[in-house]
């Protein structure tokens, strides 16, 4: 059973910067697709950030101030954000897919955590 729970979002000012993490168990984290997604309200889940072995990939709305990183050793992925935006409003999710193609699009991920809530205040 593959989980995954991510931490450290909260509220913090724009200009400011998170750090979210996402455990995965049940699983070694360097042999998935590992990514970030994002849903503010009344929105469609859109891609942030994923890493796939050693490359990274962005949306363009995040580029230049989020860095995705994974630590094998703690079988954790994290998501440093900064340069925070009122528009970076959202819950963030983490996912995890074993196939390494059509890493931006959501459907294609096998799991998912629960959420955190990243809150922008402008």
């Known amino acids: 059973q593959v989980q995954l729970v991510e931490s450290g979002g909260g509220l913090v000012q724009a200009g400011g910067s998170l750090r979210l993490s996402c455990a995965v168990s049940g699983r070694t984290v360097s042999t998935y697709v590992m990514g970030w997604f994002r849903q503010a309200p009344g929105k469609e889940r859109e891609f942030v950030a994923a890493?796939?072995?050693?490359?990274?990939y962005y949306a363009d709305s995040v580029k230049g101030r989020f860095t995705i990183s994974r630590d094998n050793a703690k079988n954790t992925v994290y998501l440093q954000m900064n340069s925070l935006k009122s528009e970076d409003t959202a819950v963030y999710y983490c996912?995890?897919?074993?196939?390494?193609?059509?890493?931006?699009?959501?459907?294609?991920?096998?799991?998912w955590g629960q959420g955190t809530q990243v809150t922008v205040s402008s």
């Open positions: 890493i796939r072995w050693s490359g990274t």
């Open positions: 996912a995890a897919k074993e196939s390494l193609f059509d890493i931006y699009q959501a459907d294609r991920y096998d799991y």
